[in-house]
């Protein structure tokens, strides 16, 4: 039986359109093509039950295609169209060149921890959502400083004055977590990194969590624009006294390794760790 695909396109990338229509050409006789859409129907394919996703896209369409997947998580295979390329390992002519294995070899595939947050105020949700990368509390416009209380498994560790701060799976360590500051962590660990956007003290560091911790904020004193951020792709407003609520989803994002490059050769080639 021919494995079942469903491709995904960023209709943002000029090119993706017609890449689409050659890489379903190409996989004539070697893949059912189940169907052919836009990233924002991920959550409909899902329903497919396919094999493999292709992603045609970037990093961010990935991102947007994981979390619209929710608990019906199906490895994806991302094919870079964007600018990095982070977790879209493979050209277009890299995967027409291990088509068949990126589409068969259980190997290929990487299991990363997502998490699930959720705002609440005065006991009543008002907001739920799955990251992929991170959940972000940002202070927003006035852009005063913001005071928020930290608890881990129900016990409050500290006050954070400052700008705000970074909840991040391992995978998402390498994106805002990294840009202030945080923990660079392997992406297939199970740990949340907990990491302060320019506190206003010197006592308090980036943390690292176990994965199937709590981890609390409560907005103390807040700014009118302030807002939780989803993987840098969806903005939820927060007030005084809301309270962002993350923990590990029970699902894992499955990321299709490509098998010309070392696992590190993200870090070390794209983002140039040690150069």
Known sequence: MLPRVVILRNPAKPDAEAKMASLV???????????CRLVGDAARCAELAPDRFIVLGGDGSILAAARGLGSLQRPIIGVNFGKLGYLAEFSFEELLAHLEQALADPAMI????????????EGRELRRGLAVNDFVLNAGPPYRMIELALLVDGIQLSTISGDGLVLATPNGSTAHNLAVGGPILQSTVRAIAVSPIAAHSLTHRPLVVDGDSTVEVAALRVNEGSSVVVDGQVTWPIGPGDRL?????????????NPTRPFWYPLTTKLKWGM
């Open 110 to 121: 990487t299991r990363r921890m997502m998490i699930e947050g959720s705002v609440s105020r």
């Open 25 to 35: 050409e190409a996989m004539a006789g070697r893949a059912d093509v189940i169907a």
């Open 245 to 257: 609520t993350v923990g590990r989803f029970p699902n894992d994002f499955l990321l299709v390794h």
